[in-house]
């Protein structure tokens, strides 16, 4: 059977290429929602039972190891109370955002770390000069399971067009994990079912 030397069907370059992104492959994006749920509010329209979101997505690494106020590459991170919104993606003057509080002072917020997955977020986010902003569990000193906010200076919708500014909005705060396919897991378990398949039929 002749051959051609030197000449390595692009199939197999193709099959190479996918193995190493699976077999190097490290940093997942995961994304978590979080619920505000409103119980105290010193000024502003009755809110109090009102439950306000958020999410953010940052690199898998963080849950290697379980812990309090961990660091994590911030890939979003987004809030939205009322008619305010901080976003990380888009800060001043696209949105409220200008920056984030964590175990470090002005920086990144912190993680706490539970059985695998984030429980809770610490440190806060803020405006340019400082207002509107949401304070998280505190960064420092951390206590495990104190998942509290406080958000201050917020607009929120009256009847329209009317705005209101709500202020010292305090309450609980829940983290929860979205479920999201393994893309490349998938993949990588198709890869490995295709050349089990063609052996079998060779």
């Not at 197999?12 to 105290?40: K, N, Q, R």
């Not at 919104?85 to 409220?96: G, N």
């Not at 009847?159 to 998938?186: F, Y």
Request: glycine fraction near 12%; aromatic fraction near 10%; hydrophobic fraction near 45%.
């Amino acid at each position: 059977m002749n051959s051609v030397k030197g000449r390595v069907p692009i199939r197999y370059l193709i099959a190479s290429w996918l193995g190493l992104l699976c077999a190097t492959a490290h940093a997942v994006p995961i994304t978590y929602d979080m619920y505000f749920e409103v119980e105290e509010i010193i000024k502003g329209p009755d809110l109090v039972g009102a439950i306000f979101t958020g999410s953010f997505t940052v690199d898998d690494a963080v849950l290697e190891s379980d812990g309090l106020n961990k660091l994590a590459d911030i890939l979003a991170f987004r809030i939205k109370m009322g008619e305010t919104i901080w976003d990380y993606l888009q800060p001043h003057p696209d949105s409220a955002f200008g920056g984030f509080r964590g175990p470090g002072g002005f920086g990144p917020p912190g993680f706490d770390v539970f059985d695998g997955e984030i429980v809770n977020v610490r440190g806060g986010v803020f405006g340019t000069g400082d207002f509107p902003f949401v304070d998280f569990s505190s960064a420092v000193n951390p206590v495990p399971g104190d998942n509290r906010f406080n958000a201050n200076y917020l607009l929120v919708k009256l009847a329209p067009p009317q705005l209101a500014v709500v202020s010292h909005v305090v309450g609980d705060m829940r983290v929860v994990r979205v479920s999201e396919p393994p893309t490349l897991a998938l993949l990588c378990a198709g890869l490995l079912g295709l050349g089990v398949m063609r052996r079998r039929r060779a």
